[in-house]
């Protein structure tokens, strides 16, 4: 069974960086034909919308308009983990963050929107103060 699991949210003022991890478990990162993981957020009064992810495909992450420049993302193989990296945080960043993945055969671009994603962690709060 997949398991995903968030770490690392919390408040933090505007201009600031916050670092959130995923560990992954029911899978590897090494071993899976395939796998598309990456970060969600919920924001109070809006639909859940795609972040950041990447894929084993060989294609390019998706990342949200709204991140570009500001979030990167990174994978640990050894620890099977994902990490989100958010830099020069806006108060419009709040939300609650989740972690995804599937394991079909699919391409980053999947995150456009959350109908793809098979697997999600419970979310972490992230809360950027101006």
């Known amino acids: 069974e997949v398991q995903l699991v968030e770490s690392g949210g919390g408040l933090v003022q505007a201009g600031g960086s916050l670092r959130l991890s995923c560990a992954a478990s029911?899978?590897?990162?090494?071993?899976?034909?395939?796998?598309?993981i990456g970060w969600f957020r919920e924001a109070p009064g809006k639909e859940r919308e795609g972040v950041l992810c990447?894929?084993?495909?060989?294609?390019?992450?998706y990342y949200a308009d709204s991140v570009k420049g500001r979030f990167t993302i990174s994978s640990d193989n050894a620890k099977n983990t994902v990490s989100l990296q958010m830099n020069s945080l806006k108060p419009e960043d709040t939300a609650v963050y989740y972690c995804?993945?599937?394991?079909?055969?699919?391409?980053?671009?999947?995150?456009?929107?959350?109908?793809?994603?098979?697997?999600w962690g419970k979310g972490t709060l992230v809360t950027v103060s101006s």
């Open positions: 029911g899978f590897t990162f090494e071993d899976s034909a395939y796998y598309v």
């Open positions: 995804a993945a599937t394991i079909r055969p699919a391409r980053a671009t999947i995150c456009i929107n959350d109908h793809g994603m098979d697997y």
């Open positions: 990447i894929s084993n495909s060989g294609d390019r992450p």
